[in-house]
């Protein structure tokens, strides 16, 4: 009999941990019964790839402080009899994996995909996400990350004593990102100019992601050179209020916006460098993408990020807020007087980050 999974996550919108999921679920369809459990009730992007890769699925909140909410969810891993939980919400699995042990679930696996805390820091909150991971600590039998800035973070005290933490890498596809297609034939595909210089970033519009420094560094690139674009690919990219947010920077005519798209190959092959200045992640899987697609990169020198560069990259990072030397950079790449070559990482990120060798070492603990 197959063991029964069930991954617990915050929404099954298209963002990191919920891909990270659905990857997992299809490369080990065959050989485990897996459910996923959204705590956010609205149905989500993926809902219909999660659906499709044999996973059941269920919308439930569990409600923090909230005893009804939390003994209809104890009830629940009763009545389902799952061998194995593992929530990719961070410090909010604490109360789940609690509860998860109370329930009689042998296998209890906390996963952590940010690096710093989702909402905020103040005194309350701060108070909140300390006992949440307390409640990690004492009642899960694994505790995971994708990097070792989110155990610093999270458990400094403690993750380098204790056997259950292991950072196990995110695992990417390498032969999906090495396609047949000019970089020419590819902005045509998505209706660019085939001449254009194009400097892209993929992430949803969201904080984290830093849009409002890659607007700056726009404004100043297109203003040097007005036949660079910059290209936005992810959820909401393509909403009014971004595009609202391109014209108070002036970069409307120079701004490409594609929203959510699952022909990521494509997007990448159109882009000439990829642009990553996010204020925080746990190990962007767009930005492995990037660099198995062959773009030199510049991201953010950030720890999370550089445990996801090969070891020289010192280069290759500027403080996420930089605008100026970040701009000179981009416009020395678009006229061809920077050797981008030193800012590639392909056959680097393909064992880094092979996608069965990652996999495997996450499979081996369900």
Known sequence: MKKKILFLLPTLDAGGAENYALRVINHYKEEFDFSVLSV???????HDDFAKAGAKIFYRSIGYLDIKKAKAFYDFLKSEGFDTICTFNGNFGGLPIAIAKKAGIKNRMAFYRRSTNAFGNNFFKKKYNDFANF???????GILSNSRAAFENFHKKYHKTDPRYKVIPNGSD???????LSRKDAAKKLGINENAYVIGHVG???PAKNHNTIFKVAAKVIAENPEVFFLFCG????SDNFKARLAENGISNNGITLGLRNDLEVVY?????????SVTEGQPNALIEAMLSGLPVITADIASISEALPENHQHMVFNPLEIRSVADLLIGFSTQRI???????????KVKFDLDKNLTLFKDLL
């Open 135 to 141: 409640l990690i600590r004492k009642n899960a039998t």
């Open 235 to 238: 959820k909401d990219t393509d």
């Open 204 to 206: 949803r519009f969201d």
């Open 339 to 349: 050797n981008e070559n030193e800012f590639k990482c392909k056959d680097w990120a």
């Open 269 to 277: 092959r159109a882009m000439n460098v990829f642009y990553f200045p």
């Open 40 to 46: 956010k009730l609205r149905k989500g992007d993926l």
């Open 174 to 180: 390498a032969a999906k990102f090495d396609i047949a």
